[in-house]
């Protein structure tokens, strides 16, 4: 199994811009997780879907966060407009029977 | 609010040497999980701990979690440069792992 996988794995953006963040979770896993890691925040939950359907969106910041999943295999996280305080680690989770599995992150910068 | 306290922070201690880290919280969990992080990696999970009082063994790694499910310990015996990393504890309160509150961290290095 490739395990979760995200990209981009970087992504520099001028603020204001939009920016779609993707993760392909592992196949079979029925929960997918959106975290945000930053140092003085550490690893917050932003939103969770269950059988693709959105469980949990209370750690979204803003209105300009919002996230998708169109199916089993597919989600996205986007934030429109970007602003220089959403620089973080963004990653993905998908959890099965045997726990969560992360992905590698993408490390968003936002200038 | 934090839920979930690391201690220590930060760690820095050479090869061979045992150590313990702590995670406490004011809150009941009904699980407890592990992770460890490498830079440019997501955290990987290392182990559950479902039960108050339960001691789990992963080689060198030693997890206890509270008999009161508030708090637990990693210990690791005779640290490697390989232990090096983030150690990230995370709370369930759900009983589902629906949602699992992460730990503030505690950076481990290990040198030679």
């Known amino acids: 199994d490739a395990g979760v996988i995200q990209s981009p794995r970087h992504e520099v953006t001028e603020m204001g811009q939009e920016v779609t963040l993707r993760c392909k979770p592992i196949?079979?896993?029925?929960?997918l997780f959106w975290y945000r890691q930053t140092m003085m925040r550490g690893l917050e939950l932003l939103i969770y879907?269950?059988?693709?359907?959105?469980?949990?969106d209370s750690g979204m910041p803003e209105d300009r966060f919002s996230a998708k999943m169109p199916n089993a295999s597919f989600s996205t996280l986007k934030i429109q407009p970007s602003e220089p305080r959403d620089s973080a680690v963004y990653f993905c989770a998908s959890r099965g029977r045997g726990g969560y599995t992360f992905g590698s992150g993408t490390r968003l910068t936002v200038v | 609010t934090q839920l979930l306290e690391q201690s220590p922070q930060f760690l820095s201690i050479q090869e061979g040497e045992n150590l313990t880290v702590y995670c406490n919280s004011s809150?009941?969990?009904?699980?407890l999980q592990w992770y460890r992080q490498e830079p440019g990696e997501g955290p990987v999970l290392l182990v559950t701990?479902?039960?108050?009082?339960e001691v789990k063994k992963l080689k060198r790694l030693t997890f206890q979690f509270g008999d009161a499910r508030k708090d637990s310990s990693l210990h690791i015996t005779a640290a490697q440069p390989g232990d090096t990393g983030l150690y990230l504890c995370?709370?369930?309160?759900?009983?589902?792992?629906?949602?699992?509150?992460f730990g503030t961290g505690t950076r481990l290095q290990v040198t030679l």
């Open positions: 196949s079979g896993h029925d929960y």
């Open positions: 879907f269950n059988n693709n359907v959105p469980i949990d």
């Open positions: 701990v479902v039960t108050g009082g």
């Open positions: 995370a709370g369930d309160k759900t009983g589902t792992a629906s949602k699992l509150t």
């Open positions: 809150s009941v969990f009904s699980s």
